[in-house]
Protein backbone atom coordinates (compact mmCIF):
# COMPACT_ATOMS: atom_id res chain seq x y z
CA UNK A 1 0.00 0.00 0.00
CA UNK A 2 1.79 3.45 -1.11
CA UNK A 3 1.48 6.22 2.02
CA UNK A 4 -0.99 7.94 -0.25
CA UNK A 5 -3.33 5.09 0.31
CA UNK A 6 -2.66 4.83 3.99
CA UNK A 7 -3.24 8.50 4.53
CA UNK A 8 -6.73 7.95 2.90
CA UNK A 9 -7.57 4.73 4.89
CA UNK A 10 -6.57 6.78 8.10
CA UNK A 11 -9.57 9.04 7.14
CA UNK A 12 -11.94 6.34 7.26
CA UNK A 13 -14.47 5.45 9.90
CA UNK A 14 -13.22 1.82 10.04
CA UNK A 15 -9.90 2.73 10.37
CA UNK A 16 -9.95 2.08 14.11
CA UNK A 17 -11.15 -1.22 13.68
CA UNK A 18 -8.37 -2.40 10.59
CA UNK A 19 -5.96 -0.56 13.41
CA UNK A 20 -7.08 -2.92 16.16
CA UNK A 21 -7.25 -6.53 13.78
CA UNK A 22 -3.71 -4.97 13.22
CA UNK A 23 -2.70 -5.41 16.97
CA UNK A 24 -4.36 -8.63 17.28
CA UNK A 25 -2.31 -9.93 14.67
CA UNK A 26 0.98 -8.69 16.43
CA UNK A 27 1.74 -6.61 13.19
CA UNK A 28 1.95 -3.75 15.29
CA UNK A 29 3.18 -3.09 19.13
CA UNK A 30 0.58 -1.43 21.66
CA UNK A 31 3.08 1.63 21.10
CA UNK A 32 2.61 1.73 17.23
CA UNK A 33 -1.41 1.34 17.89
CA UNK A 34 -1.80 3.88 20.66
CA UNK A 35 0.24 6.46 18.79
CA UNK A 36 -1.60 5.70 15.42
CA UNK A 37 -4.78 5.78 16.82
CA UNK A 38 -3.90 9.09 18.32
CA UNK A 39 -2.67 10.31 15.34
CA UNK A 40 -6.12 9.21 13.75
CA UNK A 41 -8.54 11.13 16.61
CA UNK A 42 -6.15 14.46 15.82
CA UNK A 43 -6.94 14.14 12.62
CA UNK A 44 -11.08 13.28 12.84
CA UNK A 45 -12.33 13.97 16.11
CA UNK A 46 -10.12 16.41 18.19
CA UNK A 47 -12.21 19.41 17.34
CA UNK A 48 -14.82 18.03 18.97
CA UNK A 49 -13.22 17.13 22.22
CA UNK A 50 -14.35 20.14 24.25
CA UNK A 51 -15.79 21.42 27.98
CA UNK A 52 -19.59 20.87 28.17
CA UNK A 53 -20.89 23.72 30.40
CA UNK A 54 -22.17 22.77 33.18
CA UNK A 55 -26.36 24.19 33.06
CA UNK A 56 -27.88 27.07 35.22
CA UNK A 57 -29.24 25.70 38.27
CA UNK A 58 -33.63 26.48 38.67
CA UNK A 59 -33.94 29.39 41.04
CA UNK A 60 -35.12 27.27 43.88
CA UNK A 61 -31.87 24.84 43.62
CA UNK A 62 -29.96 28.37 44.21
CA UNK A 63 -32.14 28.86 47.28
CA UNK A 64 -31.63 25.51 48.32
CA UNK A 65 -27.83 25.50 48.08
CA UNK A 66 -27.72 28.89 49.96
CA UNK A 67 -29.65 27.24 53.23
CA UNK A 68 -27.78 26.08 55.73
CA UNK A 69 -27.62 22.61 56.84
CA UNK A 70 -30.32 22.59 59.40
CA UNK A 71 -33.25 24.17 57.03
CA UNK A 72 -32.29 22.03 54.15
CA UNK A 73 -33.68 19.32 56.00
CA UNK A 74 -36.85 20.89 56.18
CA UNK A 75 -37.06 20.43 52.31
CA UNK A 76 -39.92 17.78 51.50
CA UNK A 77 -38.62 15.36 48.98
CA UNK A 78 -41.28 16.59 47.02
CA UNK A 79 -38.85 19.63 45.66
CA UNK A 80 -36.70 17.29 43.90
CA UNK A 81 -39.84 15.84 42.25
CA UNK A 82 -40.35 19.38 40.33
CA UNK A 83 -39.64 18.85 36.73
CA UNK A 84 -37.60 21.80 36.25
CA UNK A 85 -35.09 20.66 38.82
CA UNK A 86 -35.07 17.09 37.33
CA UNK A 87 -34.09 18.24 34.42
CA UNK A 88 -31.02 20.31 35.85
CA UNK A 89 -29.97 17.60 37.73
CA UNK A 90 -30.27 15.24 34.49
CA UNK A 91 -28.63 17.81 32.62
CA UNK A 92 -26.12 18.09 34.96
CA UNK A 93 -24.86 14.50 34.99
CA UNK A 94 -24.91 14.53 31.79
CA UNK A 95 -22.37 17.30 31.30
CA UNK A 96 -19.92 15.74 34.33
CA UNK A 97 -20.03 12.30 32.28
CA UNK A 98 -19.04 13.97 28.40
CA UNK A 99 -16.21 16.09 30.55
CA UNK A 100 -15.13 12.98 32.30
CA UNK A 101 -14.61 11.57 29.12
CA UNK A 102 -13.41 14.26 27.04
CA UNK A 103 -10.45 14.87 29.36
CA UNK A 104 -9.35 11.23 29.42
CA UNK A 105 -9.87 11.42 26.40
CA UNK A 106 -7.58 14.35 25.90
CA UNK A 107 -4.85 13.16 28.50
CA UNK A 108 -4.78 9.76 26.67
CA UNK A 109 -4.06 11.71 23.43
CA UNK A 110 -1.43 13.94 25.13
CA UNK A 111 0.17 10.44 26.32
CA UNK A 112 -0.01 8.66 23.15
CA UNK A 113 1.96 11.59 21.05
CA UNK A 114 5.65 11.08 20.84
CA UNK A 115 7.42 13.81 22.63
CA UNK A 116 9.27 14.82 19.63
CA UNK A 117 5.71 16.07 18.12
CA UNK A 118 5.64 18.95 19.93
CA UNK A 119 3.21 21.27 17.41
CA UNK A 120 0.21 18.08 18.13
CA UNK A 121 1.10 18.20 21.94
CA UNK A 122 1.14 21.65 22.11
CA UNK A 123 -2.47 21.76 20.61
CA UNK A 124 -3.75 19.10 22.90
CA UNK A 125 -2.06 20.63 25.67
CA UNK A 126 -3.60 23.35 24.89
CA UNK A 127 -6.85 22.34 24.60
CA UNK A 128 -6.29 20.50 28.32
CA UNK A 129 -5.60 23.85 29.75
CA UNK A 130 -9.08 25.89 28.45
CA UNK A 131 -11.21 22.41 29.53
CA UNK A 132 -9.37 23.20 32.88
CA UNK A 133 -10.19 26.93 32.48
CA UNK A 134 -13.85 26.39 32.45
CA UNK A 135 -14.34 23.29 34.76
CA UNK A 136 -13.09 26.24 36.96
CA UNK A 137 -15.37 28.48 36.08
CA UNK A 138 -18.59 26.52 36.96
CA UNK A 139 -17.03 25.71 40.31
CA UNK A 140 -16.70 29.25 40.86
CA UNK A 141 -19.99 29.80 39.89
CA UNK A 142 -21.21 27.06 41.46
CA UNK A 143 -19.44 28.44 45.02
CA UNK A 144 -21.42 31.24 44.44
CA UNK A 145 -24.99 29.66 44.53
CA UNK A 146 -23.99 28.04 48.10
CA UNK A 147 -22.85 31.50 49.53
CA UNK A 148 -25.38 33.93 47.92
CA UNK A 149 -27.82 35.15 50.56
CA UNK A 150 -31.38 34.24 50.21
CA UNK A 151 -34.26 35.62 51.73
CA UNK A 152 -36.80 33.05 50.12
CA UNK A 153 -36.76 29.71 51.09
CA UNK A 154 -37.81 27.22 48.03
CA UNK A 155 -41.25 25.54 47.61
CA UNK A 156 -41.76 23.03 49.37
CA UNK A 157 -39.96 24.39 52.84
CA UNK A 158 -41.34 23.47 56.07
CA UNK A 159 -42.13 26.75 57.39
CA UNK A 160 -42.46 25.37 60.96
CA UNK A 161 -46.32 24.91 60.59
CA UNK A 162 -46.33 21.47 58.91
CA UNK A 163 -47.43 22.02 55.93
CA UNK A 164 -44.55 21.63 52.73
CA UNK A 165 -46.03 25.11 50.92
CA UNK A 166 -43.51 27.86 49.85
Known sequence: MTQEQEEKQAHTPSFPLQLFQKRQRNEISQEEFDQQLAYWT???GFEN??????PIPPQDLKEYYAMDEFDKKKVSSDFWKQEDIKLYIQLKDEARISNDGERSGLEMLLKNLPEKDEENRAKVQEALTEFDRR???DEELMKGYKHENSFHRPKYYDHGRGDSGG
Not at 49 to 54: G, V
Open 135 to 137: HKQ
Open 49 to 54: MKYTPM
Open 42 to 44: LQT
